[in-house]
């Protein structure tokens, strides 16, 4: 059985910093590509970054380009989002999301989904 396991979310001021954590069980998680996406109160799911098998390649949003680090640790099967400078509009449910495609941003291209993390960032 594949899973996926948030962690790491909570409340922070605007301008701090906080790091998520995606454990991840059930798979090979070296054939995979992770991302990392986000629902804000109101919106649709879009992402935010992505990192390839090895941990060479990785993509961001703009909006997040300069601020967010996602990282990925083979040997733990965990993928990792560390954000700093958090804005309030940073504030969503973080997923993330597991895909034998090649580094994807569109969320139909993932095959597995954790169930969330709420980051809520106060101004």
């Known amino acids: 059985q594949v899973q996926l396991v948030e962690s790491g979310g909570g409340l922070v001021q605007a301008g701090g910093s906080l790091r998520v954590s995606c454990a991840v069980s059930g798979l090979t998680f070296s054939n995979y590509d992770m991302g990392w996406f986000r629902r804000a109160p109101g919106k649709e799911r879009e992402f935010v970054a992505v990192?390839?098998?090895?941990?060479?390649?990785?993509h961001y949003t703009d909006s997040v380009k300069g601020r967010f680090t996602i990282s990925r640790d083979n040997a733990k099967n965990t993928v990792y989002l560390q954000m700093n400078s958090l804005k309030p509009e940073d504030t969503a449910v973080y997923y993330c999301?597991?895909?034998?495609?090649?580094?994807?941003?569109?969320?139909?291209?993932?095959?597995?989904w954790g169930q969330g993390t709420q980051v809520t960032v106060s101004s």
């Open positions: 999301a597991a895909s034998r495609k090649i580094v994807p941003t569109i969320d139909h291209q993932y095959d597995y």
């Open positions: 990192i390839s098998w090895s941990g060479g390649v990785t």
